[in-house]
């Protein structure tokens, strides 16, 4: 079993920062692709960025690239994603996911592989 919390979330105004954090807990976290994922009212879960078990390869949705950073800290079992320049389209749940990965270390999961979630953390950015 593994167990994924997420914090950091908030409400910050349009332009600012914010930093999410996901600590994971149970089993070892070695060979576990790691994502990031939103989700607004009406909308469908979609991916906002990845880093593959190794950490030698990321993702990045074409919304948040060059404003969002996807990081893994393994010996303490905790994935980032630090936020800049946030808009208010920013604005909804955020999830993190991990993959029990037996590919490549450059692998990045599609979204129906990943096997944990957490709960959520709300981001809202005001205008």
């Known amino acids: 079993q593994v167990q994924l919390v997420e914090s950091g979330g908030g409400l910050v105004q349009a332009g600012g920062s914010l930093r999410l954090s996901c600590a994971a807990s149970g089993r070892t976290f070695r060979r576990y692709a790691m994502g990031w994922f939103r989700q607004a009212p009406g909308k469908e879960r979609e991916v906002v960025a990845a880093?593959?078990?190794?950490?030698?390869?990321?993702y990045y949705a074409d919304s948040v690239k060059g404003r969002f950073t996807i990081s893994r800290d393994d010996a303490e079992n905790t994935v980032y994603l630090q936020m800049n320049s946030l808009k208010p389209e920013d604005t909804a749940v955020y999830f993190c996911?991990?993959?029990?990965?037996?590919?490549?270390?450059?692998?990045?999961?599609?979204?129906?592989?990943?096997?944990?979630w957490g709960q959520g953390t709300q981001v809202t950015v005001s205008s």
């Open positions: 996911a991990a993959e029990r990965s037996y590919h490549s270390s450059s692998y990045i999961p599609a979204k129906n592989e990943y096997d944990y």
């Open positions: 880093i593959s078990w190794s950490g030698g390869s990321t």
